[in-house]
């Protein structure tokens, strides 16, 4: 099958650009991502983002999550609760205001300028853990505010996402559909916390007595697995639920062995696909065609995100260095952002042309991420 190929061809990208990317001082990650451009249908077409490339894919970033979650000191993650907090309304806020205002002013109409705005809010934090766990500077205070603002970021993304759907189909939000999602956002952290953890630290537990390889990794993949599903079912990204299954089973004395085994299959193929697939995903010939507004409207969303997050960030006592290396960690878009240009284009309220510049917005702040966060830990 072709698919072999190509997933030979993206592992040994991966691998030669990101060790290229090191020469030069630049992030692993950065050259797998131009490597995945380089490879793609923007110029060699050799690899096409198939449906078993996705998959493998979205099995990376979950992974990678699931590994943040591991690596995340959880006194360190609860100390951050209200910066990560205030990084994400302001992170979510910013963006989406000057998003709307920009748009207005290009002439565009209020339905169309109120999902331009929306597209800015939700940050792709699977990159910035990357870069970060790379850099080793995920365990740090800026490191964990980042996913924990992510995590925050996530369930604002979708109230917006749901309060513009309706606004545009009905005209008008109605508030319990609202709290009935807020409800299942609470219901699902306090559940996954309070009943997970015992049930969890009792399952690996009673795995380690079954005498076959690598019994213990495997239920740690299948936890990971189940809350990443739950977390789908509860109008939550997959990976939020990875992240949180990973903090549950950090805490756990099998959590060091775990992490190993976990490393080592992510990294071997998984998250290597996952970096090369948003460079091959990227068809950066929509540059060549965005307008002034596109160019426009990206700058918003690096700028927004770093005057948001890092506004919130000074707010929570940060200093400025510090809030910056926030709001440069929350600067990339890719899931949800396109997920919302895909319903707006759905719903009328986008033509192809208007979807190509949250398209092209995308692929700037992801390529534009990995030499700004290097930048931002430089000097320490």
Same mark, same amino acid.
């Given at each position: 099958? +072709?698919?072999?190929?190509?997933?030979?061809?993206?592992?040994?990208?991966?691998?030669?650009?990101?060790?290229?990317?090191?020469?030069?001082?630049?992030?692993?990650?950065?050259?797998?991502?131009?490597?995945?451009?380089?490879?793609?249908?923007?110029?060699?077409?050799?690899?096409?983002?198939?449906?078993? !490339?996705?998959?493998?894919?979205?099995?990376?970033?979950?992974?990678?999550?699931?590994?943040?979650?591991?690596?995340?000191?959880?006194?360190?993650?609860?100390?951050?609760?209200?910066p990560a907090f205030l990084v994400a309304v302001g992170g979510v806020a910013v963006p989406f205001f000057l998003g709307y205002v920009?748009?207005?002013?290009?002439?565009?109409? &209020?339905?169309q300028a109120l999902f331009l705005g929306g597209v800015l809010t939700a940050t792709s934090v699977g990159l910035t853990a990357s870069?970060?766990? +790379?850099?080793?500077?995920?365990?740090? &205070? +800026?490191?964990?505010?980042?996913?924990?603002?992510?995590?925050?970021?996530?369930?604002?993304?979708?109230?917006?996402? %749901?309060?513009?759907?309706?606004?545009?189909?009905?005209?008008?939000?109605?508030?319990?559909?609202?709290?009935?999602?807020?409800?299942?956002? !609470?219901?699902?952290?306090?559940?996954?916390?309070?009943? =997970? %953890?015992p049930v969890i630290k009792e399952t690996l537990k009673l795995s380690s007595k079954i005498e076959l390889p690598e019994t213990v990794?495997?239920?740690?993949?299948?936890?990971?697995?189940?809350?990443?599903?739950?977390?789908? &079912?509860?109008?939550?990204?997959?990976?939020?639920?990875?992240?949180?299954? =990973?903090?549950?089973?950090?805490?756990?004395?099998?959590?060091?062995?775990?992490? $190993? &085994?976990?490393? %080592?299959?992510?990294?071997?193929?998984?998250?290597?696909?996952?970096?090369?697939?948003?460079?091959?995903?990227?068809? !950066?010939?929509?540059?060549?065609?965005?307008?002034?507004?596109?160019?426009?409207?990206?700058?918003?969303?690096?700028?927004?995100?770093?005057?948001?997050?890092?506004?919130?960030?000074?707010?929570?006592?940060?200093?400025?260095?510090?809030?910056?290396?926030? =709001?440069?960690?929350?600067?990339?878009?890719?899931?949800?952002?396109?997920?919302?240009?895909?319903?707006?284009?759905?719903?009328?309220?986008?033509?192809?042309?208007?979807?190509?510049?949250?398209?092209?917005?995308?692929?700037?702040?992801?390529?534009? $991420?990995?030499?700004?966060?290097?930048?931002?830990?430089?000097?320490?």
């Amino acid at each position: 099958m +072709e698919v072999f190929l190509e997933l030979a061809l993206i592992l040994i990208v991966a691998k030669v650009f990101g060790y290229l990317a090191t020469r030069i001082r630049m992030p692993a990650a950065l050259g797998q991502l131009v490597g995945g451009i380089i490879i793609g249908p923007s110029i060699l077409h050799f690899v096409s983002y198939s449906e078993d !490339v996705h998959l493998i894919s979205e099995l990376g970033i979950i992974l990678l999550l699931f590994l943040a979650g591991l690596e995340t000191n959880i006194e360190e993650f609860r100390r951050v609760g209200v910066p990560a907090f205030l990084v994400a309304v302001g992170g979510v806020a910013v963006p989406f205001f000057l998003g709307y205002v920009s748009a207005l002013l290009f002439g565009y109409s &209020k339905v169309q300028a109120l999902f331009l705005g929306g597209v800015l809010t939700a940050t792709s934090v699977g990159l910035t853990a990357s870069i970060l766990m +790379e850099m080793k500077k995920l365990k740090g &205070k +800026e490191g964990t505010t980042i996913l924990a603002a992510a995590v925050v970021d996530d369930v604002l993304g979708i109230v917006i996402l %749901t309060i513009l759907v309706a606004l545009n189909t009905e005209g008008h939000v109605y508030i319990k559909d609202l709290v009935i999602l807020l409800g299942e956002v !609470v219901f699902f952290f306090t559940v996954g916390i309070l009943l =997970g %953890t015992p049930v969890i630290k009792e399952t690996l537990k009673l795995s380690s007595k079954i005498e076959l390889p690598e019994t213990v990794t495997a239920f740690a993949l299948s936890i990971m697995l189940i809350f990443a599903y739950i977390a789908e &079912k509860f109008q939550i990204a997959g990976i939020t639920g990875a992240y949180l299954a =990973g903090l549950i089973i950090a805490q756990t004395d099998e959590a060091r062995r775990i992490t $190993t &085994k976990i490393m %080592t299959i992510a990294y071997s193929l998984f998250v290597p696909v996952f970096l090369v697939s948003i460079g091959i995903k990227s068809d !950066v010939r929509v540059l060549l065609h965005a307008g002034t507004f596109a160019l426009l409207y990206s700058f918003i969303g690096i700028f927004g995100k770093i005057v948001g997050c890092g506004a919130g960030a000074l707010l929570a006592k940060f200093k400025p260095k510090e809030a910056l290396r926030v =709001g440069v960690g929350m600067i990339p878009r890719m899931e949800v952002a396109l997920i919302i240009a895909n319903v707006a284009l759905t719903e009328g309220v986008f033509d192809q042309g208007i979807f190509s510049i949250p398209v092209a917005m995308v692929i700037i702040t992801t390529i534009i $991420t990995p030499p700004l966060l290097k930048w931002a830990f430089t000097g320490e």
